[in-house]
């Protein structure tokens, strides 16, 4: 898996304002914080990366010798984020589960880790679920009565308030702490983001807040994807790994488009998307007053070896 941080042809780079940020110097990459190091401070502000497929919250932080980056992805509407980490280390080498706690007295979460990389070399992972908000939320899978986007932005920024550290508890070595800073306006530009990408896939964010049902597969999803549609693909070379997609569903229960973590090879989610496009039938998604509507739909794929 590879998190990045560069400009995508969404466009533009906005940086986010936030009080109390600690400004020091840039400073080369080296290795890990050792146990017991002082907190990693800001040196640098917030920025919010408009991609194509998802929005970035940036921020570079440093204990005065080594250098880290925090990336807060997200790749759909919710509460839902992924979190890269540039110029840390994984505690060893086949680390595959971490554990964080935001803030002092918010409860731990665990997620699934995977080795990622930059261009500029730093060792690198993600943690594939870090959201802010912990609590149960309907899922894309579920039946057809729940709505997955129903409206979680003030719990998100009422949480995002309380919040102004990120610390490692297991799988990272040093169990080093992020002093963040103040997270609620980061947050907020965040969703503003997200909606921003909404509008970009010609999907109305409150229609979508408020419909009545949303798109469900007509057939099992284990139906639409098999070893077959990946043969001559990257498969057999690509590890195991979680790959999200995200399906744009029209009025009539077609997909429309079907997009990727583009941290795969290009290849490979070419071919898991043609087999999707071609299997997936859905019942439409419904509005508030019954209308049929265009959505979209995410869910994720594990890959075996």
Known sequence: MHFRLSKTARGRRLLVSAAGIVMLASLTAGSAAVKDAPPLEPSGPWAID???????????FSDGTERITLAFERFAPGPQIRLG????????????????RYG?????????????????????????????????????SDKAGRNPFRPSDDPE????????????????????????????EPIRALQACTAD?????????????????????????????????LRGSQLRQYKPAQLNLRLI??????????????????????????????????EPALDADGKPMRTIWVSSVRYQE
Not at 164 to 179: A, N, T, W, Y
């Open 104 to 140: 002092a007295q918010a409860q731990s979460q665990t997620s699934d880790v995977y080795e990622s990389w930059l261009a500029d070399g730093r060792d690198s992972f993600l943690l594939w679920s870090a959201p802010l908000l912990v609590e149960p939320l309907p899922k894309f």
């Open 157 to 184: 920024l009422a949480v995002a308030a309380a919040i102004d550290r990120l610390q490692f508890i297991e799988g990272v070595s040093g169990d080093p702490v992020i002093e963040l800073g103040p997270m609620e």
């Open 50 to 60: 408009y991609g194509e497929q998802s929005c970035r919250l940036i921020r570079d």
């Open 197 to 229: 990408l909404m509008k970009h896939w010609n999907i109305d964010p409150q229609r979508l807040r408020t419909m009545s049902r949303q798109a469900t597969p007509a057939k099992s999803p284990s139906l639409w994807l098999t070893a077959d549609d």
């Open 249 to 282: 569903v029209d009025e009539h229960g077609k997909v429309a488009a079907c997009y990727t973590d583009l941290d795969v090879p290009d290849e490979f989610g070419q071919a898991t998307c043609a087999a999707i496009v071609r299997r997936a039938r859905f």
């Open 85 to 100: 980490v540039a110029g840390l280390k994984l505690l060893h080498p086949d680390t595959t589960i971490a554990r964080i």
